[in-house]
């Protein structure tokens, strides 16, 4: 019997995941492998996280006027809650400087508990706008809306935290802090102003530190050094009752003033949302792996915040800051947003009692640096250079000083009207033809032509001299009927006072479509198929 030898193809190459792929996600039943994959990476990564979220999460949370712990509560609910359940893998959540101002009018109206309770609704909308798909479309806001939005929310923080450093009381309205604050510079307390001028001082300059040195968190060495520097001092400093336990608070259903709920719901969902939205299309553009599922980006957010709301903790977003930082520490899946939140859990619960040893004045340096970010040099000229400048200063202008909500819908509103101007206002302008002829004239029309045209068409056409050769091009990609219809009249006294007028088209909307029916934009396929019409002619 001949022998066979048997061949065996070589064993396959590991397949490794990129970032942001779990592969347990493929195999839901594979435990072991959704335990280890990644770990190696996502472990160190959260530490990272942590790090950054303890200071910045009791830094917004003193902000806010809420207890210092609902930011920690916020921030473990965050890193878990969305962490698990939310469509970007490796952003992470937790509470976010964006909505400070808004929990601080809530609390001061409402109070801490109720505020809760409208956490827990907003985070309930944010559901369902996820279960109804419409993740993609809260990305159609304008992004000089935003960008605006942002820098209005850091003027505010700024303008409320420069007198916590100062050592003064802030007031909730932004204007009312810009008139006191001479007052807060006469009354200066300056072993709190000294503080909070070391801890802005460490963050600015710590991008200029050696890369190893710089693996550390600033944030982290700015509030240890500042709170260590602090110890001699008799400075105001964080204070809550009891531990993270004690701080759990139960929502409660407001009294009356249902309006002004339903506002707040509406407010927090919205904004929550867009920045979370926001922060994933960023957090997309950091990494090659697994891409943001919006909808269950919303899902995620909304069971956050139903939770956070329930045990007592600020609204939860997506925060660009520290996904970024999840990111360059080198995370490959969501286990390392859901450890950090553990982390988080972690020290509040062990090591609450050291968190009451950081100076307020501290935590505003922190919040300054914070705040001061949100206002972008790079944004500003993109508004300058895109003529959209308007629309930024008007809703900056209306964040700081009449609420955020007005100002976010004020700038949606210019910017959409911008838009319908820059897509109805077609160019209109004429000029004698050549330095020959003064006799001979052209009309040049270019872009949408509307019934919004009308009035500068009618003056471009008037200022024509009578009996002058006129050639008219026509090169737009929409023409509705009132524009034909003064084209024609102007064409025909215009002949009839001895000139002649030619009229070629060139553009994918045409006069005979204008006359022939409703009006539509154009497309250039049309008007290949399209041959000249037999009305493109000489007039006269």
Not at 75 to 84: D, N, R
Not at 263 to 279: F, P
Request: proline share 6%; glycine share 10%; with cysteine.
């Amino acid at each position: 019997m001949p022998s066979a030898t048997a061949k065996t193809d070589p064993p396959a190459p590991p397949r490794t995941a990129p970032p942001g792929r779990n592969p347990a996600e493929k195999d839901p039943g594979s435990l072991r492998a959704y335990l280890t994959t990644g770990i190696r990476w996502d472990l160190p990564a959260s530490l990272v996280v942590f790090l950054v979220a303890v200071p910045l999460s009791l830094g917004i949370a003193a902000a806010s006027g809420a207890p210092v712990m609902a930011g920690l509560i916020a921030a473990a609910v965050g890193g878990i809650v969305a962490g698990s359940l939310g469509g970007s893998p490796l952003q992470v959540s937790g509470p976010a400087a964006g909505l400070t101002v808004i929990v601080a009018g809530l609390i001061e109206q409402f109070g801490w508990p109720v505020t809760c309770a409208i956490t827990v609704a907003a985070g309930v909308l944010q559901a369902l706008l996820g279960l109804a798909r419409v993740g993609r479309v809260a990305l159609a806001i304008a992004p000089v809306v935003v960008h605006a939005m942002l820098a209005g929310i850091g003027i505010t923080i700024v303008l409320q935290q420069l007198h916590v450093m100062l050592g003064a009381e802030s007031a909730s309205e932004a204007w009312e802090n810009l008139m006191a604050m001479p007052g807060s510079f006469l009354a200066v307390d300056i072993a709190a102003a000294a503080l909070g001028a070391v801890v802005i001082a460490l963050l600015l300059g710590w991008k200029h530190l050696p890369p190893a040195v710089r693996r550390v968190p600033g944030p982290l060495v700015a509030v240890i050094a500042a709170t260590a520097l602090s110890l001699p001092f008799n400075v105001d400093r964080i204070t809550f009752d009891g531990s993270l336990l004690g701080a759990l608070a139960f929502p409660e259903l407001p009294d009356g003033n249902w309006t002004a709920v339903v506002l707040g719901v509406v407010t927090i969902a919205l904004i929550a949302s867009v920045e979370s939205l926001l922060s994933a299309v960023a957090v997309d553009k950091m990494h090659h792996g697994r891409r943001t599922d919006f909808n269950r980006e919303l899902l995620g957010q909304g069971a956050a915040n139903v939770t956070s709301g329930m045990l007592g903790g600020l609204p939860v977003t997506g925060v660009i800051v520290r996904s970024a930082t999840n990111i360059e520490a080198g995370a490959r899946t969501r286990k390392s947003a859901i450890l950090h939140g553990v982390w988080v859990l972690v020290f509040s619960l062990l090591l609450a009692g050291l968190i009451q040893l950081i100076p307020q004045a501290v935590l505003a340096g922190l919040l300054i640096v914070i705040g001061s970010r949100l206002v972008r040099a790079a944004d500003i000229r993109t508004a300058r250079r895109t003529g959209d400048l308007t629309v930024y200063g008007v809703t900056l202008f209306c964040v700081v000083f009449v609420n955020l909500l007005v100002g976010v819908l004020t700038g949606l509103v210019l910017a959409v009207a911008l838009v319908l101007w820059r897509v109805a206002r077609a160019s209109i302008h004429a000029e004698p033809a050549g330095t020959g002829d003064g006799n001979r004239w052209r009309v040049e029309i270019d872009g949408s032509c509307s019934f919004l045209s009308l009035p500068r068409l009618s003056a471009v056409l008037a200022s024509v001299p009578a009996g002058a050769h006129v050639t008219v091009e026509l090169e737009v990609d929409f023409l509705d009927h009132p524009v034909h219809d003064t084209l024609d009249a102007w064409r025909n006294r215009h002949v009839g006072n001895g000139g002649t007028v030619v009229i070629e088209e060139s553009g994918t909307a045409t006069l005979h479509d204008a006359q022939a029916g409703p009006p539509s934009r154009g497309s250039s396929r049309s008007a290949l198929r399209t041959p000249l019409r037999s009305d493109n002619r000489t007039a006269g």
